[in-house]
């Protein structure tokens, strides 16, 4: 786990400013402090659960229930795994066993130089590409397990 | 600009119909189009998008305008491109990489042939136009 | 140098094995011939479609479409068409099959997709306003605004059939009927675009494509039922139809096309995004009211039905991204126009995400009523690398999975659900030999699992053990009687689950179990996946016939479960085995096989 204490950007402070009056807030909030700061700190939790005045219950309750919001930083590079159906058919379990081999890690976990990450999704969308990863908003499509390692040294060349 | 009234859109329409049948806003009269949905950007549509521009650029074309448009539903073939040349069937290209996307200009727009082997049948009739 | 005509020699893979080749060196001899060599190109393209009627040949500018072209044809087509400009009929497609589903008998149809729906995606550019308005957009409004009441938009509505495109198929009309009828006062019109089907991608396509359709649809319903004000609920993970959105909705409030009193007519309408966050079940309309208010996206009963009571207790029509792009078309060109397309119950046309083992997987779009066979082999292009087709699976999790035996169904809500899958949302999964079905059942299984908010029991507890059974079946653990068990565990999740998603989850297992039977008993009683696909049903063995005895295989083997002395042939303990593969990837002699 990061020990690093994160503090609310004033960015932020004016959007849930903003937002506070609306009905129904909440959860286009915590999309902005998931933007802010790559997933949903404790200490940005609590203070959000002060400004808009609804129990930290209710907020981790709202973060739980949805697999978008994440409790822990994901690696500067996350990779994302299609297991849409259409990646599925074609292979899509295989690649993410590549790559959770490759890491070392499981999924929805960071290595621990803090480089990496891997998630499965649900469907982005490319079926004609299947399978497909993202790592970072940059596709890899018609991928083979034996892509994987290189993919990877790509992004680690990089640092 | 302002708040349109009904006859401002109206008339508006009228104009920007006129202009899409002339096949013609200002002087440009062939037309590039790439599919830049999703799927066709993750295909890699972005780089067709500069290597056409640039081609334009190189063969200093100045009636040639580039533009984007969504999904064209050829996902197996992405990134998909609509060329429209005066005087030539509107015909829509897949799998156009940087290579093809040059070949485009320079055989098609250019030289106003169609290219081998990458040429897509358009899924569907216009409703709009002829329904 | 100007061509007058273009001859477009499909070079698909069927048809360049039927001799498209062939074709094309006829056409350029006889076109030689003919002294047409300048005015006429010849063009080998990619794949046209209609693969099983090919090979195909197109010629342009005036778009025939020949098909079951032979190069003994050439010298006709070029003499007749070409040179004397005559369609040659007998080579032309059979119209006929198409011709009937549409209402327009006056064109050349050819073409098994007809966009009403995508009718300017992939044509427009989904950034600029203009191009909308150019292609008879935002003139619905102008129609409804100044020239037609409520109830008129109602009744018309009503009178297309239009049904609701994501999934269950209620008719829309009502839905904006039942809203509209409620006291005046604060309603909502919300846009489903939370699509979370894995393996569907029409909406985010269509709202990519043309955003500004499904706003003008939202100020329409917005004016039927008497809403000043709509959400779009879309999905996080859609950033690029987030943008196109926002951008839309800014360029059409700053035109006046949304906002106080919209071009003079006092109506006013504005429309603001909610994000989804990635749950499935926020599809399912009270669990999706819930998200937009800001809590966890758990169903409740209905009745109350949102078009009573609905966001924040307020009467709510909520729509998905098609069935809304719909709505602008059946304005401008009426009732009567829409519902000659289709079938007696279901009109109009579906939208497909078309994936899996297809040659041309792509979204496409065909009147409602075609059959699934001329999706898959003549849209579709047919089944990849020359496999066979095994399936069709429509719905997603909530659907079922369709044996060949029904591909000659013609698609529409009711026959799709007499052949134990729905409609859905549209996508469509084609799946080959390669693939085995209690494995899909399971995948889907896993998913909604995974998704189950975990409110009602049927769901929560039904999903687990449906797919405990499914995992014991794929391990070789299987009885006879979980099959038993599964049915009766299925059937109380349709009857007791508290939502669509619960009482659908089943689906998948109820359809497998009916029409594929045979395999899930292989599984149990042999032991055996047919597909290959269950690793832990394979079996390696090793011939000892072919076995050198050379102990490469017990070396690599990381369960030491290869055993034998030197030169003499090895066995495989199946008990030890973990079915990695790495022996017979090993074996230099053939000797190691799998089955």
Known sequence: MSGKVETMTPELKAFIEEWKTKPGNLIMVLHRVQQTYGYIPREIAIETAELLDVPLAKIYGVVTFYNFFRLQKAGKYNVQVCLGTACYLRGGDDIIKEFEKELGVGVNTTTPDGLFSVEAVRCLGCCGLAPVAVVNGEVHGKLETKNVAGIIDQYRKLG | MGKLTLEDLRRMRGEKQKAIDMRDSSNKDVQVIVGMGTCGIAAGAKDTFTALVDSINEKGLTNVLIRQTGCMGLCHSEPTVEVVVPGMPAVIYGHVDAATAKEIVEKHVVGHELIEGKLLDRPSIDIIKNG | ?595
């Not at chain 3, 006889?30 to 393209?45: I, P, R």
């Not at chain 3, 995508?118 to 102008?142: F, H």
């Not at chain 3, 689906?507 to 292989?522: A, G, H, I, K």
């Open chain 3, 1 to 595: 140098m100007a061509f007058e005509s273009y001859v477009l020699v499909c070079g698909g893979t069927a048809c360049c094995s039927g001799g498209a080749d062939k074709i094309v060196e006829a056409f350029a001899a006889e076109l030689a011939a003919a002294g047409l060599k300048d005015k006429v190109q010849v063009v080998k393209t990619g794949c046209l479609g209609f693969c099983e009627q090919g090979p195909i040949v197109k010629i342009l500018p005036q778009g025939t479409f020949y098909v079951q072209v032979k190069a003994e044809d050439v010298k006709e087509i070029v003499a007749e068409h070409l040179v004397k400009g005559r369609v040659v009929q007998r080579l032309c497609y059979d119209p006929e099959q198409a011709k009937k589903l549409v209402a327009e008998a006056n064109i050349p149809f050819y073409q098994k997709q007809y966009r009403i729906v995508l009718r300017n995606c992939g044509v427009i550019d989904p950034e600029k306003i203009d191009d909308y308005i150019a292609r008879d957009g935002y003139k619905a409004i102008e129609k409804v605004l100044f020239e037609m009441t409520p109830e008129q938009v109602v009744d018309e509505i009503l009178k297309s059939g239009l049904r609701g495109r994501g999934g269950a198929g209620f008719p829309t009309g009502m839905k904006w009927k039942f809203a509209m009828m409620q006291p005046k006062g604060q309603k909502y019109m919300v846009c489903n675009a939370d699509e979370g089907d894995p393996g569907a991608y029409m909406d985010r396509s269509t709202l990519e494509g043309d955003p500004h359709s499904i706003l003008e649809a939202m100020i329409i319903a917005g004016y039927a039922i008497g809403a000043s004000k709509g959400f779009i609920y879309i999905r996080a993970e859609y950033p690029l139809a987030i943008h196109r959105l926002q951008v839309a909705i800014e360029q059409a409030t700053d035109l006046g096309l949304l906002g106080k009193d919209i071009l003079g007519s006092g109506f006013d309408f504005e429309i603001e995004l909610r994000f989804g966050a990635g749950a499935f079940v926020c599809g399912e309309e009270t669990a999706l009211l819930q998200s937009i208010e800001g809590n966890r996206g758990m169903p409740k009963p209905r009745p109350p039905f949102p078009a009573v009571k609905g966001l924040w207790g307020r009467p709510t029509v909520i729509n998905n991204v098609e069935t809304l792009a719909n709505i602008p078309v059946i304005i401008n060109k009426g009732a009567d126009w829409f519902n000659k397309i289709g079938t007696a119950t279901t009109k109009g046309t579906k939208v497909f995400a078309l994936t899996g083992k297809v040659n041309n997987s792509g979204l496409i779009e065909v009147p409602m009523g075609t059959t699934l066979r001329e999706i898959i082999f003549d849209v579709g292009g047919g089944i990849r690398g020359g496999h066979q087709f095994k399936a069709a699976q429509t719905g997603g999790p909530s659907g079922g999975i369709i044996p060949p035996q029904f591909l000659d169904t013609p698609i529409d809500y009711e026959s799709l659900a007499k052949i134990g899958s729905i409609m859905g949302s549209g996508g469509l999964i084609v799946m080959d030999e390669t693939d085995c079905v209690v494995d899909i059942a399971k995948f889907y299984l896993d998913f909604t699992v995974d998704e189950s908010c975990g409110k009602c029991a049927p769901c929560r507890i039904g999903g687990r053990k449906l797919l405990n059974y499914l995992n014991k079946i794929t391990d070789g653990r299987g009885t006879e009687d979980d099959i038993v068990q599964m049915q009766n565990i299925s059937d109380a999740m349709c009857k007791a689950s508290l939502c669509g998603l619960g009482q659908t989850a089943s689906n998948p297992v109820r359809s497998t179990l009916r029409y594929f039977m045979d395999e899930y008993m292989e599984h149990i009683r042999d032991k055996k996946c047919r597909s290959g696909k269950c690793s832990k049903l394979i079996r390696y063995m090793i011939d000892p016939a072919k076995c050198k005895g050379c102990t490469a295989c017990a070396r690599k083997c990381p369960a030491g479960a290869i055993s034998g002395a030197v030169k003499t042939p090895h066995v495989i303990d199946q008990s030890k085995c973990i079915k990695c593969g790495a022996c017979e990837a090993t074996c230099k002699f053939g000797a190691i096989s799998h089955g």
